[in-house]
């Protein structure tokens, strides 16, 4: 039984009160160095001019959409640009490459089009164990690209395999605090940096 089964009751305000409350919880226990070190890997790829990418599956995906907007975009700076690529937006290249290859290829075989030596990428998995990412992250370090995970739960094999993880410690299949602090992390970083660069 996950955190929040053992919470849940039929009454929404109680629910509601024990859901933010274990938002709280983990919050407290995500490592602030952690952060730190991600937003000195993106401030390095911004000063090269190398591009950082986002992949994620399913709601992970969306974050990855959203990261790249608030970084490319929302830091307001186009002299110096973020240069930020979500590879899992075009619909089209995801279902030829998965169609023709398989699911597991849909980001290793963007990564080997687009991808340069420095680039980096961003992999979000609640799990840490999306295989398409694994693999994704794996032929990132045989061409020197710079690897980070956004993990939750244990963190998976991503988190061991990454060059920089950023863990937000949720139980198992506990999806809804994970990507809730995967978008705040997102929003914090944002927010941060649109301040920073000016």
Known sequence: M?????????????????????LKEIFDKISLSEIQIFVEILLVAREN???????????????????ANDLAFG???????FKVMSITDNVPVLTALGNDYGYDEIFIRQLKVYGRKGDVLVGISASGNSQNLISAFEYATTVGI???????????????????????????????????LHMILDHLVANYLMRFVK
Not at 9 to 15: A, G, P, S, Y
Not at 75 to 81: A, G
Not at 146 to 160: C, E, N
């Open 75 to 81: 830091t307001n700076d186009y002299e110096k640009p």
């Open 2 to 22: 996950n955190k929040i089964d053992s919470f849940f009751t039929e009454d929404v305000k109680q629910f509601s009160s024990s859901y933010f409350s274990y």
């Open 49 to 67: 001019g190398t591009t950082i990418f986002f992949a994620g599956n399913g709601g992970s995906a969306a974050t990855a959409s959203h990261f």
């Open 146 to 180: 710079k690897t980070v995970a956004l993990t939750a739960f244990d963190g998976g094999k991503m988190r061991k395999i990454a060059n920089q993880c950023v863990h937000i410690p949720t139980g198992k299949k506990e999806y809804g605090p994970a990507e809730d």
